[in-house]
Each structure stands twice: as C-alpha cells, then as structure tokens.
C-alpha cells in the first residue's frame, strides 16, 4: 500500500522539500505586481529565491524601465486633453501612473478650476427662465460669469426683445375673444404675458 511518504526536494536548494508532492521550487516574481498600474513585469529566470531580476516597463514608453523595482514612467494625464474646450490642463504630477491629478483650469478665468475632471466653464443663463411665460430666451455668448447678454423676445411678436431682461410683450386676452357673443371683453393689463 502507497502511503505517499515520499520527499520532492528542489535540485538548486535541497531545502525547499514536500512530503508526498512535488515541491515548489520556482516563483514569479511578477505574481505579487511589484510594477503597479501602467507598468508591465516580466521575470526572465523563475528561481527558487528572490534575485529581484524582474523587469518593470512604462507601458506608455517601453524604452523606459527598471529592474527589481518600479520604473519612473513619465504620464501626462493632459495628454488625452480631459478637460474639453475653453480650459487649459496642468499635471502637477508626470511621473507615475494615472492618479487623476491634473487640473482643468477655465481659460477665460483661471481661478474656476477642477482637480481630475472637466471644470464647468460655462453657463447658459437661459437655464432659469428668465424671460418667464410667453417668452423665448436666447443665450449667445454662454460664459462663466452671468453677462446678461441673454436675448428675451416676444413669441406673439419677434420684433418685441429685450436684453438682460424679460421683454415688454404685448398681449391682448381679448384678441381671442372669450367672452363671447354679445359681449364687450376689456383687457387692463396688456403689457405683460398672460395672466388670465
């Protein structure tokens, strides 16, 4: 009957021994990922010990590397312009991999900045109606700061605008006579939008 009582002993360093299996007597020292993120390792000769020969290479720039550490990869972040249009990109930080460090600056006003993304450069002063009922709002120049050079024109007449401020429309509710017949219908108030 086996009782599996056998001794697996690696050649290079007898020490290393398993009873009853084969013994482990290489290691990759890549398994660990000593590079870390945008590095790529590679461990030419699997010994028994740690020599430290694992070759770490910038994934960006293969003609960067190290041998038994780390290599100083060299990453603009801004190189993939993440900011968008109108902004300028800093990267404080080109010598390791991604850390979502740079700063989006607006370029018409570099103290409204982001750190890892987009800044918010613009701003459509549209967006809280301003113009109210009855109105249609039109913002040209959508900028950071509120410029009130947004356009609010009558939609009942096109040529009745206002910039910077709701337009004087005029609107007769008695144009669409609902009183009906036989009846007078007075509207007081037609300088502004409908009030009913």
């Given amino acids: 009957s086996s009782q599996q009582d056998f001794v697996c002993s690696c050649t290079a360093d007898p020490t290393i021994k398993k009873i009853g299996a084969s013994a482990t007597c290489t ?3 890549c398994a660990s990922n000593p ?4 590095q790529t390792c590679n461990d030419p000769v699997q010994t028994i010990r740690s020599l430290k020969d ?7 720039d293969p003609t960067t590397k190290a041998t038994g ?9 801004c190189a993939a312009m993440p900011c968008g249009t109108g902004q300028d ?13 740079f700063v989006c600056s607006c370029t018409a006003d570099p103290t409204i900045k982001k750190i890892g ?4 450069c613009t701003q459509d002063e549209c967006a809280s109606n301003p113009c109210g009922t009855g109105q249609t709002c039109n ?10 050079d947004y356009t609010c024109t009558c939609d009942n007449d096109p040529v009745t605008k206002a910039t910077g401020a709701a337009a004087t ?17 007075n509207d007081p108030n037609t300088k502004y939008s409908s009030q009913q």
């Fill in 169 to 185: 429309c005029i609107l007769d509710e008695c144009a669409a006579t609902p009183c009906g017949a036989d009846q007078d219908c």
């Fill in 117 to 120: 993304a987009s800044a918010t």
């Fill in 69 to 77: 550490a780390q290599a100083t990869c060299v990453l603009d972040e």
């Fill in 54 to 60: 694992y070759t770490c290479t910038c994934d960006n």
């Fill in 139 to 148: 913002d040209p120049v959508q900028t950071i700061r509120s410029l009130k």
């Fill in 27 to 29: 290691q990759d020292e």
């Fill in 89 to 101: 990109c800093n990267d404080p930080d080109t010598k390791y991999s991604s850390q979502q460090d």
């Fill in 35 to 38: 590079c870390g993120t945008g």
